[in-house]
Protein backbone atom coordinates (compact mmCIF):
# COMPACT_ATOMS: atom_id res chain seq x y z
CA UNK A 1 0.00 0.00 0.00
CA UNK A 2 1.40 3.40 -0.87
CA UNK A 3 1.49 6.57 1.24
CA UNK A 4 -1.00 8.09 -0.95
CA UNK A 5 -3.38 4.58 -0.66
CA UNK A 6 -3.45 4.90 3.42
CA UNK A 7 -3.79 9.13 3.12
CA UNK A 8 -7.11 8.37 0.60
CA UNK A 9 -8.15 5.17 3.41
CA UNK A 10 -7.81 7.76 6.41
CA UNK A 11 -9.22 11.14 4.41
CA UNK A 12 -12.59 8.13 3.72
CA UNK A 13 -12.39 7.39 7.44
CA UNK A 14 -12.96 10.73 8.60
CA UNK A 15 -15.29 11.80 5.77
CA UNK A 16 -17.58 8.80 7.14
CA UNK A 17 -17.63 10.09 10.42
CA UNK A 18 -18.87 13.32 9.41
CA UNK A 19 -21.47 12.22 7.41
CA UNK A 20 -22.69 9.71 10.27
CA UNK A 21 -22.58 12.46 12.75
CA UNK A 22 -24.21 14.90 10.17
CA UNK A 23 -27.09 12.44 9.74
CA UNK A 24 -27.85 12.06 13.42
CA UNK A 25 -27.82 15.63 14.31
CA UNK A 26 -30.01 16.08 11.23
CA UNK A 27 -32.77 12.82 12.95
CA UNK A 28 -32.84 14.54 16.67
CA UNK A 29 -33.39 17.87 14.72
CA UNK A 30 -36.40 16.05 13.00
CA UNK A 31 -37.59 14.22 15.78
CA UNK A 32 -37.88 17.64 18.01
CA UNK A 33 -39.38 19.44 15.15
CA UNK A 34 -42.02 16.54 14.75
CA UNK A 35 -42.76 16.64 18.66
CA UNK A 36 -43.26 20.91 17.96
CA UNK A 37 -45.51 20.01 15.14
CA UNK A 38 -47.86 17.75 17.49
CA UNK A 39 -47.51 20.68 20.34
CA UNK A 40 -48.84 23.26 17.75
CA UNK A 41 -51.76 21.20 16.58
CA UNK A 42 -52.86 19.77 19.28
CA UNK A 43 -52.95 23.57 20.71
CA UNK A 44 -56.33 24.74 21.53
CA UNK A 45 -57.59 21.40 22.15
CA UNK A 46 -55.59 20.29 25.43
CA UNK A 47 -54.96 21.41 28.17
CA UNK A 48 -51.20 22.61 29.25
CA UNK A 49 -48.95 20.03 30.88
CA UNK A 50 -49.67 20.26 34.90
CA UNK A 51 -46.92 21.62 36.62
CA UNK A 52 -45.78 19.38 40.04
CA UNK A 53 -45.84 20.77 43.24
CA UNK A 54 -42.15 21.61 42.76
CA UNK A 55 -43.01 23.98 41.20
CA UNK A 56 -44.56 26.11 43.14
CA UNK A 57 -42.23 25.02 46.24
CA UNK A 58 -39.02 26.39 45.33
CA UNK A 59 -36.81 25.85 48.79
CA UNK A 60 -36.31 22.19 48.40
CA UNK A 61 -35.24 20.83 51.85
CA UNK A 62 -31.73 19.23 51.79
CA UNK A 63 -32.11 18.01 55.16
CA UNK A 64 -31.96 14.12 55.27
CA UNK A 65 -34.10 12.43 57.51
CA UNK A 66 -34.50 8.68 58.45
CA UNK A 67 -37.45 6.45 57.46
CA UNK A 68 -39.89 6.93 60.75
CA UNK A 69 -41.80 3.26 62.35
CA UNK A 70 -45.37 2.65 61.98
CA UNK A 71 -47.99 5.45 60.70
CA UNK A 72 -47.65 9.06 60.28
CA UNK A 73 -50.13 11.75 59.54
CA UNK A 74 -50.06 13.51 56.09
CA UNK A 75 -52.25 16.58 54.94
CA UNK A 76 -53.13 16.52 51.35
CA UNK A 77 -52.22 19.45 50.10
CA UNK A 78 -53.34 18.93 46.45
CA UNK A 79 -55.38 17.20 43.92
CA UNK A 80 -55.00 17.04 40.80
CA UNK A 81 -56.49 14.49 37.58
CA UNK A 82 -54.48 13.79 35.67
CA UNK A 83 -56.25 12.28 32.72
CA UNK A 84 -59.56 13.24 30.66
CA UNK A 85 -62.36 11.23 32.09
CA UNK A 86 -61.20 12.32 35.59
CA UNK A 87 -60.63 8.75 36.90
CA UNK A 88 -56.29 8.85 37.62
CA UNK A 89 -56.03 12.06 40.49
CA UNK A 90 -52.59 12.83 42.11
CA UNK A 91 -52.81 13.62 45.55
CA UNK A 92 -49.75 15.63 47.14
CA UNK A 93 -48.91 14.84 51.01
CA UNK A 94 -46.76 16.62 53.68
CA UNK A 95 -46.40 15.67 56.84
CA UNK A 96 -48.50 17.61 59.20
CA UNK A 97 -44.89 17.31 61.87
CA UNK A 98 -44.07 19.66 58.76
CA UNK A 99 -40.30 17.84 59.70
CA UNK A 100 -38.33 16.59 56.86
CA UNK A 101 -39.21 13.38 54.37
CA UNK A 102 -36.53 10.60 54.34
CA UNK A 103 -35.64 10.22 50.54
CA UNK A 104 -37.35 7.18 48.73
CA UNK A 105 -36.00 4.98 45.93
CA UNK A 106 -37.96 5.89 42.69
CA UNK A 107 -40.20 3.04 42.52
CA UNK A 108 -41.05 2.43 46.19
CA UNK A 109 -44.61 2.47 47.33
CA UNK A 110 -46.48 3.81 50.39
CA UNK A 111 -49.08 1.94 53.20
CA UNK A 112 -52.05 3.65 54.03
CA UNK A 113 -54.10 2.61 56.86
CA UNK A 114 -57.35 4.42 55.52
CA UNK A 115 -60.86 4.49 57.24
CA UNK A 116 -63.26 4.02 55.04
CA UNK A 117 -67.41 3.02 55.52
CA UNK A 118 -69.18 0.13 54.50
CA UNK A 119 -72.13 1.25 51.86
CA UNK A 120 -73.90 -1.93 52.89
CA UNK A 121 -73.49 -1.62 56.76
CA UNK A 122 -72.74 2.03 57.02
CA UNK A 123 -70.06 1.21 59.51
CA UNK A 124 -66.40 2.47 59.57
CA UNK A 125 -63.45 -0.15 59.16
CA UNK A 126 -59.97 0.53 58.86
CA UNK A 127 -57.90 -1.12 55.56
CA UNK A 128 -54.62 -1.05 54.48
CA UNK A 129 -53.57 -0.71 51.21
CA UNK A 130 -50.46 0.48 49.39
CA UNK A 131 -49.78 2.82 46.31
CA UNK A 132 -46.47 3.70 44.42
CA UNK A 133 -45.40 6.94 44.79
CA UNK A 134 -45.22 8.45 41.24
CA UNK A 135 -43.33 11.39 41.67
CA UNK A 136 -39.04 11.44 41.88
CA UNK A 137 -37.47 11.63 45.54
CA UNK A 138 -35.56 14.81 47.19
CA UNK A 139 -38.83 17.18 47.65
CA UNK A 140 -40.38 18.24 50.58
CA UNK A 141 -43.96 16.15 49.62
CA UNK A 142 -44.67 12.71 48.24
CA UNK A 143 -46.80 12.56 45.52
CA UNK A 144 -49.24 8.89 44.66
CA UNK A 145 -51.57 8.98 41.82
CA UNK A 146 -55.05 6.72 42.15
CA UNK A 147 -56.78 5.37 39.68
CA UNK A 148 -60.77 5.26 39.98
CA UNK A 149 -61.34 1.86 40.34
CA UNK A 150 -64.20 0.76 38.06
CA UNK A 151 -63.57 -3.32 37.61
CA UNK A 152 -64.03 -5.83 40.58
CA UNK A 153 -60.62 -6.91 42.41
CA UNK A 154 -60.61 -9.94 43.91
CA UNK A 155 -59.94 -8.38 47.46
CA UNK A 156 -62.39 -10.81 49.33
CA UNK A 157 -62.22 -8.77 52.63
CA UNK A 158 -63.36 -5.45 51.38
CA UNK A 159 -66.02 -4.12 48.69
CA UNK A 160 -64.11 -3.82 45.32
CA UNK A 161 -62.14 -0.62 44.60
CA UNK A 162 -62.88 0.81 48.04
CA UNK A 163 -59.63 2.10 49.09
CA UNK A 164 -59.00 4.07 45.59
CA UNK A 165 -62.89 5.04 45.35
CA UNK A 166 -61.90 6.11 48.91
CA UNK A 167 -59.43 8.15 47.50
CA UNK A 168 -61.13 9.86 44.56
CA UNK A 169 -64.56 10.39 46.62
CA UNK A 170 -64.13 11.03 50.44
CA UNK A 171 -59.96 12.71 50.29
CA UNK A 172 -59.89 15.75 49.91
CA UNK A 173 -57.64 19.04 50.12
CA UNK A 174 -56.68 19.36 54.00
CA UNK A 175 -57.27 15.98 55.07
CA UNK A 176 -55.09 13.90 57.23
CA UNK A 177 -53.86 10.12 56.00
CA UNK A 178 -51.74 7.98 58.03
CA UNK A 179 -49.16 6.62 56.18
CA UNK A 180 -45.86 4.22 56.66
CA UNK A 181 -42.72 5.03 55.41
CA UNK A 182 -41.61 4.21 51.65
CA UNK A 183 -40.78 0.95 51.04
CA UNK A 184 -40.20 -1.79 48.74
CA UNK A 185 -37.84 -3.39 46.61
CA UNK A 186 -38.77 -2.39 43.25
CA UNK A 187 -36.89 0.37 42.28
CA UNK A 188 -34.52 1.66 39.94
CA UNK A 189 -30.81 0.59 39.56
CA UNK A 190 -28.53 3.64 40.29
CA UNK A 191 -26.58 2.77 37.52
CA UNK A 192 -26.15 4.18 33.95
CA UNK A 193 -26.97 1.52 32.08
CA UNK A 194 -29.88 2.78 29.52
CA UNK A 195 -33.68 1.66 31.14
CA UNK A 196 -36.61 0.66 29.68
CA UNK A 197 -39.95 1.67 31.63
CA UNK A 198 -43.01 -0.18 30.71
CA UNK A 199 -46.29 0.67 32.00
CA UNK A 200 -49.60 -0.34 31.41
CA UNK A 201 -52.69 1.59 32.81
CA UNK A 202 -52.14 2.79 36.08
CA UNK A 203 -48.99 1.15 36.43
CA UNK A 204 -47.39 3.89 34.79
CA UNK A 205 -47.12 5.74 38.24
CA UNK A 206 -43.66 4.01 39.40
CA UNK A 207 -42.65 4.40 36.24
CA UNK A 208 -42.67 8.00 36.14
CA UNK A 209 -41.58 8.10 39.70
CA UNK A 210 -38.09 6.38 38.16
CA UNK A 211 -38.28 8.95 34.85
CA UNK A 212 -39.08 12.28 37.16
CA UNK A 213 -35.99 10.75 39.36
CA UNK A 214 -33.55 10.15 36.34
CA UNK A 215 -34.37 13.71 34.62
CA UNK A 216 -34.09 15.49 37.59
CA UNK A 217 -31.01 13.85 38.24
CA UNK A 218 -29.95 15.22 34.62
CA UNK A 219 -28.80 11.89 34.07
CA UNK A 220 -27.95 11.29 30.63
CA UNK A 221 -28.93 7.46 30.22
CA UNK A 222 -31.60 6.44 27.50
CA UNK A 223 -34.73 5.97 28.65
CA UNK A 224 -37.49 4.38 26.61
CA UNK A 225 -40.65 4.68 28.22
CA UNK A 226 -43.74 2.71 26.76
CA UNK A 227 -46.99 3.64 27.92
CA UNK A 228 -49.74 1.28 27.29
CA UNK A 229 -53.62 1.98 28.02
CA UNK A 230 -57.00 1.94 25.77
CA UNK A 231 -57.07 5.17 24.57
CA UNK A 232 -56.63 8.76 25.14
CA UNK A 233 -59.99 8.69 27.97
CA UNK A 234 -57.44 7.40 30.55
CA UNK A 235 -53.60 8.48 28.78
CA UNK A 236 -52.65 9.86 32.18
CA UNK A 237 -50.17 13.08 32.39
CA UNK A 238 -50.43 13.40 28.37
CA UNK A 239 -48.92 16.39 28.01
CA UNK A 240 -46.47 16.77 30.30
CA UNK A 241 -44.84 13.06 29.47
CA UNK A 242 -45.14 15.24 25.15
CA UNK A 243 -43.05 17.85 26.78
CA UNK A 244 -40.96 15.77 28.63
CA UNK A 245 -39.81 14.17 25.51
CA UNK A 246 -39.54 17.10 23.54
CA UNK A 247 -36.93 18.63 26.35
CA UNK A 248 -35.19 15.63 26.88
CA UNK A 249 -33.45 13.54 23.89
CA UNK A 250 -32.40 11.13 25.93
CA UNK A 251 -36.29 9.99 26.30
CA UNK A 252 -38.03 8.20 23.94
CA UNK A 253 -42.01 7.71 24.60
CA UNK A 254 -44.21 5.37 22.49
CA UNK A 255 -47.41 5.56 23.92
CA UNK A 256 -49.74 2.00 22.79
CA UNK A 257 -53.64 2.50 22.48
CA UNK A 258 -55.29 -1.37 22.98
CA UNK A 259 -58.72 0.23 21.91
CA UNK A 260 -58.63 3.93 19.95
CA UNK A 261 -61.31 6.19 19.90
CA UNK A 262 -62.56 7.31 16.62
CA UNK A 263 -60.92 10.62 17.17
CA UNK A 264 -57.36 9.35 18.46
CA UNK A 265 -55.09 10.03 15.33
CA UNK A 266 -51.65 7.94 15.73
CA UNK A 267 -48.66 9.96 15.58
CA UNK A 268 -50.27 13.11 17.29
CA UNK A 269 -52.03 11.02 20.24
CA UNK A 270 -50.39 7.61 20.24
CA UNK A 271 -47.46 5.92 18.87
CA UNK A 272 -48.76 2.05 18.33
CA UNK A 273 -52.32 0.61 18.13
CA UNK A 274 -52.28 -2.68 20.50
CA UNK A 275 -50.72 -4.20 23.59
CA UNK A 276 -47.18 -3.14 24.78
CA UNK A 277 -45.76 -6.42 23.91
CA UNK A 278 -42.62 -8.47 23.55
CA UNK A 279 -42.93 -8.06 19.42
CA UNK A 280 -42.94 -4.16 19.98
CA UNK A 281 -39.79 -4.14 22.63
CA UNK A 282 -37.96 -6.15 19.62
CA UNK A 283 -38.67 -4.01 17.04
CA UNK A 284 -38.15 -0.84 18.63
CA UNK A 285 -35.02 -1.13 20.88
CA UNK A 286 -31.36 -1.33 19.11
CA UNK A 287 -29.40 -4.41 20.18
CA UNK A 288 -28.17 -3.35 23.65
CA UNK A 289 -28.26 -4.37 27.26
CA UNK A 290 -31.54 -2.48 28.89
CA UNK A 291 -32.40 -2.48 32.18
CA UNK A 292 -36.43 -3.79 31.91
CA UNK A 293 -38.93 -2.01 34.43
CA UNK A 294 -42.35 -3.15 33.94
CA UNK A 295 -45.67 -2.79 36.17
CA UNK A 296 -49.24 -3.32 34.75
CA UNK A 297 -52.47 -5.09 34.92
CA UNK A 298 -52.34 -9.05 35.43
CA UNK A 299 -52.61 -10.24 31.89
CA UNK A 300 -49.85 -7.88 31.12
CA UNK A 301 -47.08 -9.04 33.63
CA UNK A 302 -48.27 -12.64 32.88
CA UNK A 303 -47.51 -12.69 29.07
CA UNK A 304 -44.53 -9.99 28.87
CA UNK A 305 -42.02 -10.90 31.66
CA UNK A 306 -41.79 -14.80 30.14
CA UNK A 307 -41.88 -13.61 26.19
CA UNK A 308 -38.72 -11.16 28.03
CA UNK A 309 -36.89 -14.44 29.44
CA UNK A 310 -37.45 -15.72 26.47
CA UNK A 311 -36.22 -12.89 24.34
CA UNK A 312 -33.20 -13.65 25.96
CA UNK A 313 -33.22 -11.10 28.52
CA UNK A 314 -31.23 -12.15 31.92
CA UNK A 315 -33.70 -12.63 34.99
CA UNK A 316 -31.23 -9.98 36.49
CA UNK A 317 -31.88 -7.15 33.98
CA UNK A 318 -35.84 -7.91 34.56
CA UNK A 319 -37.46 -5.98 36.79
CA UNK A 320 -41.25 -6.08 37.64
CA UNK A 321 -43.62 -4.94 40.13
CA UNK A 322 -47.00 -6.82 40.97
CA UNK A 323 -49.15 -5.57 43.61
CA UNK A 324 -52.47 -8.05 44.08
CA UNK A 325 -53.05 -11.59 44.67
CA UNK A 326 -51.69 -12.67 41.45
CA UNK A 327 -47.66 -12.77 41.76
CA UNK A 328 -45.75 -13.59 38.21
CA UNK A 329 -44.03 -17.03 38.46
CA UNK A 330 -40.75 -16.22 36.45
CA UNK A 331 -39.66 -19.03 34.30
CA UNK A 332 -35.98 -18.83 35.76
CA UNK A 333 -37.33 -19.07 39.40
CA UNK A 334 -40.12 -21.32 39.19
CA UNK A 335 -40.50 -24.95 40.75
CA UNK A 336 -42.86 -27.50 40.14
CA UNK A 337 -46.86 -26.12 40.78
CA UNK A 338 -47.54 -27.62 43.69
CA UNK A 339 -51.29 -28.99 43.63
CA UNK A 340 -53.11 -31.37 46.19
CA UNK A 341 -51.50 -34.69 46.29
CA UNK A 342 -53.60 -37.96 47.81
CA UNK A 343 -50.78 -39.48 49.42
CA UNK A 344 -49.26 -36.21 50.45
CA UNK A 345 -49.62 -36.22 54.70
CA UNK A 346 -52.11 -33.71 55.93
CA UNK A 347 -50.67 -30.59 57.23
CA UNK A 348 -51.96 -29.18 60.00
CA UNK A 349 -52.28 -25.48 60.83
CA UNK A 350 -53.49 -24.00 64.18
CA UNK A 351 -54.63 -20.03 64.43
CA UNK A 352 -54.08 -19.72 67.79
CA UNK A 353 -55.73 -16.50 68.71
CA UNK A 354 -58.83 -18.37 67.21
CA UNK A 355 -58.22 -21.36 68.82
CA UNK A 356 -59.09 -23.02 65.13
CA UNK A 357 -57.37 -25.67 63.84
CA UNK A 358 -57.19 -26.81 60.12
CA UNK A 359 -56.40 -29.37 57.74
CA UNK A 360 -54.02 -27.61 54.51
CA UNK A 361 -54.97 -29.69 51.39
CA UNK A 362 -52.37 -27.28 49.37
CA UNK A 363 -55.74 -26.36 47.25
CA UNK A 364 -55.19 -22.88 48.44
CA UNK A 365 -52.54 -20.63 46.86
CA UNK A 366 -51.09 -18.85 50.34
CA UNK A 367 -51.76 -19.61 54.13
CA UNK A 368 -53.57 -15.88 53.59
CA UNK A 369 -56.49 -17.11 51.82
CA UNK A 370 -56.57 -20.13 53.33
CA UNK A 371 -57.20 -18.34 56.51
CA UNK A 372 -59.98 -16.04 54.75
CA UNK A 373 -61.59 -19.14 53.22
CA UNK A 374 -62.13 -20.26 56.59
CA UNK A 375 -63.41 -17.52 58.03
CA UNK A 376 -60.45 -16.67 60.25
CA UNK A 377 -59.52 -12.40 59.57
CA UNK A 378 -55.90 -11.29 59.23
CA UNK A 379 -54.88 -7.95 58.23
CA UNK A 380 -53.75 -7.28 54.97
CA UNK A 381 -52.97 -5.41 52.15
CA UNK A 382 -50.92 -5.48 48.94
CA UNK A 383 -51.36 -9.17 48.82
CA UNK A 384 -48.22 -9.94 47.43
CA UNK A 385 -45.41 -9.51 50.22
CA UNK A 386 -44.83 -5.86 49.79
CA UNK A 387 -46.23 -3.76 52.77
CA UNK A 388 -45.82 -5.86 56.05
CA UNK A 389 -49.59 -6.27 56.85
CA UNK A 390 -50.09 -9.99 57.43
CA UNK A 391 -46.62 -10.52 58.99
CA UNK A 392 -47.38 -13.45 61.48
CA UNK A 393 -45.83 -14.59 64.42
CA UNK A 394 -44.96 -18.65 63.70
CA UNK A 395 -45.05 -20.07 66.80
CA UNK A 396 -43.66 -23.40 65.76
CA UNK A 397 -43.45 -25.03 62.03
CA UNK A 398 -42.16 -23.70 58.86
CA UNK A 399 -43.35 -21.98 55.71
CA UNK A 400 -42.09 -21.65 51.99
CA UNK A 401 -42.69 -18.71 50.08
CA UNK A 402 -44.07 -18.65 46.64
CA UNK A 403 -41.80 -16.16 45.49
CA UNK A 404 -39.39 -13.86 47.53
CA UNK A 405 -41.29 -10.94 49.56
CA UNK A 406 -40.35 -7.41 49.12
CA UNK A 407 -40.80 -6.48 52.68
CA UNK A 408 -38.27 -7.44 55.15
CA UNK A 409 -39.69 -9.68 58.10
CA UNK A 410 -38.91 -9.84 62.05
CA UNK A 411 -37.49 -13.22 62.92
CA UNK A 412 -39.77 -15.56 63.67
CA UNK A 413 -42.93 -13.92 61.36
CA UNK A 414 -44.14 -14.93 58.12
CA UNK A 415 -46.09 -13.15 55.80
CA UNK A 416 -49.27 -14.81 55.19
CA UNK A 417 -49.94 -13.47 51.38
CA UNK A 418 -46.93 -15.60 49.92
CA UNK A 419 -46.63 -18.23 52.48
CA UNK A 420 -47.25 -21.58 52.08
CA UNK A 421 -46.78 -24.36 55.42
CA UNK A 422 -44.16 -27.28 55.04
CA UNK A 423 -44.94 -28.89 58.00
CA UNK A 424 -47.45 -28.63 61.01
CA UNK A 425 -47.57 -25.35 61.67
CA UNK A 426 -49.09 -23.01 64.63
CA UNK A 427 -49.71 -19.42 64.03
CA UNK A 428 -50.12 -16.67 66.25
CA UNK A 429 -53.12 -15.15 63.95
S1 LIG B 1 -50.46 -8.19 52.61
FE1 LIG B 1 -48.74 -6.97 52.15
S2 LIG B 1 -47.13 -8.27 52.73
FE2 LIG B 1 -48.85 -9.54 52.96
Request: glycine residues 8%.
Amino acid sequence: MTTLHLFLYILLGILAQITLAALLAGYRHLRSYQHLQKRMAGMGDETPAQPRLKDFIPNVSKTKAAPWDGFRDFKVVRRVFEDFDQNICSFYLQPTDELPLPDFKPGQFLTFSLDVQDIKSGKTETITRCYSLSDGPGYPYYRISVKRALAPQNQPDVPPGVSSNHFHDHVQEGDVLRVRTPSGHFFLAPDTTPIVLVGGGIGITPMLSMLNATLDAGNIRDIWLFYGVSNSSDHALKPYLEELALKHDNLHLHVCYGHPLPDDTVQSDFHHQGYVDVKLLRETLSYQIYNFYVCGPRPMMETLIPALEDWGVPHQHIHYESFGPASIIRKSTQSAPVSPEQDAPAINVTFAKSGETLVWDGSSDTLLDFAEQNGIEISSGCRAGGCGCCQTKIISGEVDYTHMPDFDTEPGTCLMCVARPTQDLTLEG
